[in-house]
């Protein structure tokens, strides 16, 4: 392994000007206008993997934009590791905010600024040039390798899934590798072994036909937007308990290790609300703030619209109030089951004088691995190989739904391996990764293989 | 009177197509583009008064659209009448729902379809031609007049309460008559004796300084738009009273007589559910619909907004949400005492956690005559012949801000005699005003000034 850092570490400048013009290609998979550079970037992945030593990578078609997969299955007897990433990218705006182009990437005090150099290029090319580094320097890899690189990430991936199930076999593997999440902090290194699941929700609620006036008509018939808000009212206690009926019947409690550990991570709770901007920090009682963020289940309200919302006074009794809700799962909660707990509830909670309707958005399970599952612990250890520290093992708030599709459709663990960081504004202006993570994660990535090949 | 009624049935054809020319003229005081075209229309109304009989009708300039101001007083002893109208109308969208083009007047069944035809051009037009018939048949008025139309009602009135306190003097009259109203049904006139009043607000709840991912952050901060709705729940109970405290204090109580007279109106409540396509009707327990409406004061919300409201799903923990909310009055409430209360209660509701702004938008005085009012029966006396049946005595929901205006600064009742339907559209595509009721009209509001010179 030696002669393999050797090589990143002579590299590393030649990696960031590479990185560079990945970073320029705009591979925005939400505007249609962009369909052309995204197909651009799965292409430039292609011939990354190829020149890194993984042949006849390529791209395989999907009703949406083409994923990339490549193959390199020259360790018989060893396991296979499964690399997921994704090659798309964020919209820019607001394209003013941004100090530099959003695709002409600028490096500054040790950091690339650009969309796409955190989430997820950045951390996708990490693992190309780990694999370049071992066949230039090995002539092989140590495991058996499939890369699984999708164009559809920031869009929901629509198309994933059933990609996934038609190609069990050639995704066969024993564990699967993905960096797309970020560090605890600056300087602390993580794993992140859970992730919450989602179910999304549109309300719409109807008094009348019609707009009315709020003079001529108020006090005669229901208001929309008054009833979805005694509706939304009811869905939280003071307490911050969600009560709708059933809803936590199947949420794995916190264990008391897993508690401890979590507090002695360093979490500064001031300098994290002050971050925010939060009069004060509020949750369900009872849990810390990393607890309430990682292993609690949530209800959120995620947008309102209703009637006159320009600049003034109009006074219109609304025809019409609508919401955006969703719900952060935790294990072993089910997004169908709290679909239909919540249906029930809504259904009971809506007064019988406006017509209500719910739409299902979308969904993900949530996801959890044993922190002392055999693959966490060896990246474990190739992390305190490349950063020169051990890490901290996490869970996220946030949902990658496709863990759980390569658990319940491949049955496979899933190692997450990031080095983003929480500031690096991954889906805002002034995307940035750290230069100095980005090299120490395509050591951490290249000792990983080695050591999962120990396993 | 005969010769005088004569000579408006005599005109009937000419009056409406003198009144195209008014309706032609696009003088929506909403949009600047129409500048040039409100100015137009003041000019326009300030000639047909000219043309009338009332010499050096002017523009009496304000910080925004002029005034029309015009005055006959050849009746020396006699009392005097106070016209007030509005030459200004609502704008026009959407625009591809109107059948005829909103500016180009077009009679079909007996209606005229144009913006304005029934607010308020067409009513002030009315009250033209009957001082122009008294003129031509009399050479004389049977009351002195002053004309006072202004061109601001669609965007709030907000120079005329200065207007009027800056001409205390020229404005003294007797009596202040007003058609800018509707009947209370097809073939059924009217008189309104009472009018809400009004407390607008905006409320602007902030939990963080941007935006947030909700699966990141969801579970550790406030939702703004949770607590907005917890905050909008508490100003309702379940029977429909308003909760702030002392908020029905200065409410006076509907009268035996007033809701037994009330109860003897021809109200369908199952077609008009019907009409507004309301699954049913709901209000403050205990009152009927048309107490609720007329009688009874509201809290409505006007609008909502906060986080994503596009199609689709976004995982956004607001930063902000919005609501615009708003009171109708009834007498004796103060919409400045109102809004103490409002805002006070609006501090004990609000959690903590997030951050309260409270933003008085406008308001305007509830108003309520007798019905038995001299001036008020004058008026029903000339419907009587104008119609051809004796007018019912209504309230209204909606509010005439300038009718309390006229009471405190200038000392005068008013009576509002309108002609328009509530089917009418006035703030909605195809605006009509049925020609049956415009002729009538005409004839009752010549015999109107009649009746008030002999009370």
Chains 1, 2 share one sequence.
Request: one cysteine or more; charged letters at 25%; glycine letters at 10%.
């Amino acid at each position: 392994m030696n002669e393999v850092v050797d090589f990143i570490n002579v590299n590393r400048d030649r990696y960031v000007e590479e990185l560079k013009q990945y970073l320029a290609i705009p591979s925005v998979s939400a505007l249609p206008q962009h369909a052309a550079d995204v197909r651009r970037a799965a292409e430039w992945t292609a011939d990354a993997l190829r020149a890194a030593g993984v042949p006849h990578a390529r791209l395989v078609e999907t009703p949406g934009n083409p994923v990339v997969y490549g193959e390199w299955l020259g360790a018989p007897g060893r396991p296979t590791v499964l690399f997921y990433g994704h090659y798309d990218v964020q919209p820019v705006d607001p394209l003013d905010l941004w100090l530099t182009p959003p695709f002409e990437a600028t490096v500054r005090d040790g950091e690339i600024y650009a969309r796409g150099a955190a989430d997820d290029k950045g951390q996708v090319f990490m693992h190309i040039k780990a694999v370049e580094a071992h066949m230039k320097k090995a002539g092989a890899l140590p495991v058996n390798m499939k890369f699984f690189i999708e164009g559809e990430e920031e869009v929901g991936s629509a198309h994933l899934d059933e990609c996934i199930r038609a190609n069990k076999e050639l995704l066969a593997a024993d564990v699967v590798v993905i960096s797309d999440s970020t560090m605890f902090d600056r300087g602390i290194p993580s794993i992140c072994y859970g992730l919450r699941g989602l179910a999304y929700f549109q309300i719409d609620v109807r008094g009348t036909k019609t707009d009315l006036h709020s003079g001529s008509f108020g006090g005669a018939v229901a208001n929309p937007a008054f009833a979805l808000a005694q509706i939304l009212a009811q869905m939280k206690d003071r307490g911050g308990r969600v009560k709708i009926p059933g809803f936590y019947d199947d949420v794995r409690p916190l264990g008391e290790q897993e508690r401890a550990e979590w507090r002695k991570l360093p979490f500064n709770e001031t300098r994290y609300r002050k971050e925010l901007g939060a009069p004060r920090l509020s949750g369900e009682k009872g849990y810390s703030t990393l607890e309430r963020v990682w292993a609690r289940p949530t209800f959120e309200v995620n947008g309102l619209l209703s009637g006159f919302t320009g600049e003034g006074a109009k006074t219109v009794l609304p025809a019409v109030a609508m919401a955006k809700v969703s719900m952060r799962l935790v294990p072993d909660q089910r997004p169908d089951r709290i679909a239909e707990l919540f249906e029930a509830y809504l259904k009971k909670v809506c007064p019988a004088t406006v017509a209500l309707t719910v739409t299902r958005m979308h969904g993900g399970k949530p996801w959890m691995t044993e922190f002392d599952n055999k693959y966490v612990r060896a990246a474990g250890r190739a992390i305190q190989t490349g950063f020169g520290q051990a890490p901290v093992f996490t869970r996220e708030g946030g949902s990658i739904p496709v863990v759980s599709t390569f658990q319940e459709e491949l049955g496979l663990p899933s190692v997450l391996f990031g080095v983003g960081l929480p500031d690096e504004n991954a889906h805002a202006p002034n995307e940035k990764l750290d230069l100095g993570n980005f090299h120490n994660g395509i050591i951490a990535s290249a000792c990983l293989y080695q050591e999962i090949a120990a396993v």
